[in-house]
């Protein structure tokens, strides 16, 4: 197996969080694994991106190339397009609705929405939406794994896992509601794709 | 052996932790500051009370660390690719002095400057040291060339460099560990004036330095960082330098080269493999993450018609860091084309914080230039060189660490009048105090403001040699108390601030206005980890 993968949005939003319980999920499935982040200037409110690659196989470059990743995760939706040199023909495009406007030329949302539903394989969420309904409103970076959780070559209960072992130090209540947020990210994809 | 999940920086960290290396010493600077603090959280560095305090400046970490090495200990020093600049003069002199405890300087570079003024390659400076440089492919090549670092150094009885660029610095691998080394206990050199760089010594230690330079081709030839895989198609060859080796195999998975290839991660070049792959092949492919180093070396200055191929015949692109696709284009690989990104997508690039006092301090100076007129503000090395961007546009200059100080100077001397300067605490304290004695041995006409956010914010909020000193320090320099003036960037205080920077533009000599306010990412960290704690307590 292997999953080519791109992370995206806005330096602050929690995409290395996502990074890091696919990590441990992947560890715990003895997968290789490489991931190269964003850290430094753009972290400071530009756009961010990862590339993390999972692969039953050794992993030769920490960046994809173009037209070859299986899906972009993006907890942005205007970043979610930022990306497609990178998505393959078949690849899925998983992407939260809620936008960040830091700048003054933030598209109009329904020319947005249109973009992403051109292409053939996309889940769009509101996740912040459904972190609030979960009551866990700061999690919504764990609604969009969940979302993309049916489309990634790793067991969902090791993305559990990889929850509890991040989130551990700071209490089982975040990491139950962490848990929650994956969950529901996971059954809205699954009853609308 | 565990299995762990890091990044090439924090990969050089535990190699070199592993390795027995008593102390790191380093200045911040993406991509080089996780790997120090990596030591300060590990929990065998503070079990072993390692040093990895920061240091004001990427020198005197250079001097302290050539210290450490004095007294026989293992050490290692940090910095990004123009932190190499400051601690140059250190640098290329700890070459010819040699060392006792083995010494590594890790130097991340920064292709396609993602975060930094120039993309300068430090293997040229490990070159022009005359030592050996390490260039790992793989974040498992990073720890096993930290590992093994100290004792090749102790060998040759001089400093290694290691260099990184920083797709693999912040890239994560899984990588296995090897045996914990013991520190090495106090030594004095055998030789009482092995560091004293008289020049009759000097020379002798130079021609000592002259003569290793064989023994480090022998260790390049033999070292397993540098392979040979053979093929049949001689048509072409290609060398593969540190990460590029990654993009090489990207083309051909499984290592199933169609062409010999001589994978590079020790240098200087070792000289009979090189000449194999250039004598063997029609043509060779020189594939290196930086600058044309080896490819200039090889190439020849006359020779245009070279078949030698790389970023100077146009094969790469001559600037900006590779990726698997530039390489499969070096290759004549067909490289697939994914959507293209729809129109409607705006640039969003990095910003102020909401809430930054970079912000209210912009606003202020902004309004008070109204008055003194347009482009009399250089600045410097740091978040508040996003003032330089709308909507702001306050600044005119940002070229290394600690130069507005110096700028504002030598532009004031010119004539500039008010010649205004904007840095932050922690960069000046790494550069800017000497720059500032500068304008107070000739009381020049100017004003420096010095924005305290109590942190060094760009890399991540690391601690800053400037907090609680900085009024001490101006005025132990010389510059008169009265002018120098603390303000709180605030937009309810906007009105008292220009009023204060007003006064100080309008004094004909050296002031220094310090507007002081938490760096809004370190006070929200701060007030978590708070929550966190109490949470932990009541459970």
């Not at chain 1, 249109?114 to 609030?132: G, M, S, T, W």
């Not at chain 2, 195999?249 to 499984?254: D, L, Q």
């Not at chain 2, 409607?344 to 008070?368: F, M, Q």
């Amino acid at each position: 197996m292997k999953s080519d993968i791109i992370l995206s949005g806005v330096g602050g939003q929690g995409i290395l969080s996502i990074a890091a319980v696919v990590g441990m999920a992947a560890l715990e499935n003895h997968l290789y694994l490489k991931q190269a982040e964003v850290h430094g200037m753009s972290q400071r409110g530009g756009a961010v991106q990862s590339h993390l690659r999972i692969s039953e196989r050794e992993i030769a470059s920490d960046l994809i190339p173009e037209g070859r990743a299986d899906i972009i995760i993006s907890v942005e939706p205007m970043e979610s397009l930022r990306y497609l040199p990178w998505l393959s023909k078949n690849g899925w495009l998983v992407t939260n609705t809620t936008p960040f406007v830091n700048i003054t030329d933030y598209p109009d949302m329904k020319e947005l929405i249109a973009e992403i539903e051109k292409l053939p394989h996309h889940i769009a969420i509101n996740a912040d939406e459904i972190a609030r309904q979960v009551k866990s409103p700061r999690s919504s970076n764990m609604v969009m794994l969940g979302a993309a959780s049916p489309f990634i070559d790793i067991p969902y209960q090791s993305l559990e896992n990889g929850i509890r072992k991040i989130f551990e130090r700071k209490g089982e209540k975040i990491v139950q509601l962490n848990i929650d947020t994956l969950k529901a990210g996971r059954e809205f994809s699954e009853s609308h794709k | 052996m565990e299995k762990l999940l890091l990044l090439g920086a924090e990969a050089i960290a535990q190699g070199a932790i592993d390795g027995g290396m008593s102390g790191v010493y380093a200045y911040p600077g993406t991509p080089s500051t996780e790997i120090t603090e990596y030591v300060q959280h590990n929990k065998i560095a503070i079990e072993r009370k390692l040093h990895s305090q920061w240091s004001a400046n990427e020198k005197t970490a250079m001097e302290a660390g050539l210290g450490m090495s004095y007294a026989g200990k293992r050490a290692m020093v940090c910095m990004k690719h123009v932190g190499l600049n400051v601690a140059a003069d250190a640098f290329i002199n700890s070459a010819i002095t040699g060392v006792n405890g083995g010494l590594i300087v890790a130097v991340a570079d920064d292709p396609s400057m993602h975060s930094s003024q120039n993309e300068q390659d430090s293997r040229f400076f490990g070159k022009f040291a005359m030592i050996p440089i390490f260039e790992p492919a793989s974040q498992q090549e990073a720890y096993d060339m930290a590992y093994e670092g100290f004792e090749l150094s102790e060998k040759l009885k001089i400093p290694i460099m290691m260099r990184i660029t920083t797709r693999l610095a912040h890239s994560r691998a899984g990588i296995e560990t090897r045996p914990l080394k013991l520190e090495k206990k106090l030594t004095y050199p055998e030789d009482p004036i092995q560091f004293v760089l008289l020049p009759s010594n000097a020379r002798k230690r130079y021609k000592g330095l002259l003569g290793l330079q064989s023994l480090m081709e022998q260790e390049a030839e033999r070292s397993s960082f540098n392979t040979y895989y053979p093929a049949r198609n001689k048509s072409l060859g290609i060398i593969a330098c540190g990460i590029a080796f990654n993009y090489l195999m990207e083309n051909y998975p499984e290592r199933k080269f169609p062409y010999p290839v001589l994978q590079l991660g020790q240098y200087p070049l070792p000289f009979s493999k090189v000449e194999k792959i250039v004598n063997e092949c029609e043509q060779v492919l020189i594939l290196e993450d930086g600058y044309p180093l080896v490819e200039e070396m090889l190439k020849g200055y006359l020779d245009k018609n070279s078949k030698i191929k790389g970023r100077l015949d146009g094969t790469i692109p001559r600037d900006g860091e590779l990726n698997p696709d530039i390489v499969a284009k070096a290759l004549g690989k067909e490289v697939k084309f994914g959507m293209k990104v729809p129109a409607i997508v705006a640039n969003r690039p990095p910003e102020l914080c909401a809430g930054c006092s970079h912000r209210d301090i912009y606003n202020a100076l902004n309004e008070t230039m109204k008055e003194f007129g347009k482009q009399k503000v250089f600045s410097d090395i740091g978040c508040y060189t996003l003032g330089a961007l709308p909507p702001w546009n306050s600044i005119n200059s940002c070229v290394d660490m600690g130069a507005s100080i110096t700028m504002a100077k030598g532009a004031a001397d010119a004539g500039v009048h008010p010649a205004i300067a904007v840095i932050g605490d922690s960069t000046f304290t790494h550069s800017g105090m000497t720059a500032l004695l500068d304008a107070v041995v000739e009381n020049t006409s100017m004003t420096v403001i010095i924005s305290d956010n109590g942190t060094t914010g760009m890399t991540g909020g690391q601690a800053s040699h400037a907090t609680g000193r900085l009024e001490e320090i101006c005025i132990g320099l010389g510059v008169k108390p009265e002018h120098v003036r603390t303000l709180t960037p605030l937009p309810k205080y906007h009105d008292e601030m220009v009023q204060v920077l007003r006064e100080e533009m309008l004094y004909e000599g050296v002031s220094v206005v310090i507007p002081r306010r938490e760096c809004i990412q370190t006070l929200a960290r701060s007030k978590k980890e708070q929550k966190v704690n109490v949470e932990e307590v009541v459970r």
